[in-house]
Nanobody
Framework: VQLQASGGGLVQAGGSLRLSCTASGRTFRNYGMGWFRQAPGKEGEFVAGIDWTGSSTNYADFVKGRFTISRDNANAKNTVYLQMNDLKPEDTAVYCC?????????????????WGQGTQVTVSS
């Protein structure tokens, strides 16, 4: 499956952004989806995941209550979203979407087989 992420940008602290990741090539609904991020000089980390139906989600502790992951399997949109509210300077990173054959989703980076290119999110203080 091919993944294309978009929606990053520069925002002030406290602001919001919505990232989108559109999938093509294979049946989107067969995959759990996740968002990961990597800040300069740091390892990649899990941000949020969602199961194949969109009914089950999980989040890293540092984004709970601020970020929301969702997906649209219908109407051939094949898109997963990450709504990011109350952004903080420490959220600055390259954000990547990924697909996993674990249809329930996973927080483990090594379970994700397909990766999109990253989109830069920069939060100014």
């Amino acid at each position: 499956v091919q993944l294309q992420a978009s929606g990053g940008g520069l925002v002030q602290a406290g602001g919001s952004l919505r990232l989108s990741c559109t999938a093509s090539g294979r049946t989107f609904r067969n995959y759990g989806m996740g968002w990961f991020r990597q800040a300069p000089g740091k390892e990649g980390e899990f941000v949020a995941g969602i199961d194949w139906t969109g009914s089950s989600t999980n989040y890293a502790d540092f984004v709970k209550g601020r970020f929301t992951i969702s997906r649209d399997n219908a109407n051939a949109k094949n898109t997963v979203y990450l709504q990011m509210n109350d952004l903080k300077p420490e959220d600055t990173a390259v954000y990547c979407c990924a697909a996993t054959a674990y249809i329930g989703g996973s927080s483990r980076l090594d379970r994700y087989y397909y990766w999109g290119q990253g989109t830069q999110v920069t939060v100014s203080s």
